[in-house]
């Protein structure tokens, strides 16, 4: 039977999960999720957990946000005059827009925090800083 090994392209179902339970990503409904391993393409700790699978193989993984999308960087946050936002967008805590970096690529951060003169976003990835679990099945390998 042929198993996983660096390299190979390959498409899982997966149900991704934090630590109390909440379901943050899930493939049901739709089509499996095709990556190289060992490419980059996935967070590493998942990345890890393939190699070696056959097809038809299921696995749950517990991933320590190191091995995600790392920890929060404290750095990653800038209070932003409220009067720079246009009027039609909405100013409320979760809110996630689009910025432009100053080198002209496109990043989404969330609102954290309103005030009555700053708005605070955060660049951090919404989920950097979490562990997380990841229940999956190996669909195929090419």
Do not use: C, W
């Amino acid at each position: 039977m042929t198993e996983v090994k660096a390299g190979d392209s390959v498409a899982i179902h997966y149900k991704g999960t934090l630590s109390d339970g909440t379901v943050f990503d899930s493939s049901e409904g739709r089509d499996p999720l095709q990556f190289t391993v060992g490419s980059g393409q996935i967070i590493p700790g998942l990345d890890k957990a393939l190699p070696g699978m056959t097809v038809g193989e299921e696995k749950t993984v517990n991933i320590p946000f190191e091995e995600a999308y790392g920890a929060k960087d404290p750095n990653a946050t800038q209070p932003v005059p409220r009067d720079q936002f246009p009027t039609d967008i909405p100013l409320e805590v979760g809110t996630q827009l689009q910025v432009q970096t100053p080198d002209g690529q496109l990043m989404t951060v969330s609102i954290v925090e309103v005030g009555e003169e700053n708005v605070v976003l955060d660049a951090n990835h919404p989920l950097a800083g979490k562990d997380l679990t990841f229940e999956f099945s190996l669909v195929s390998i090419s």
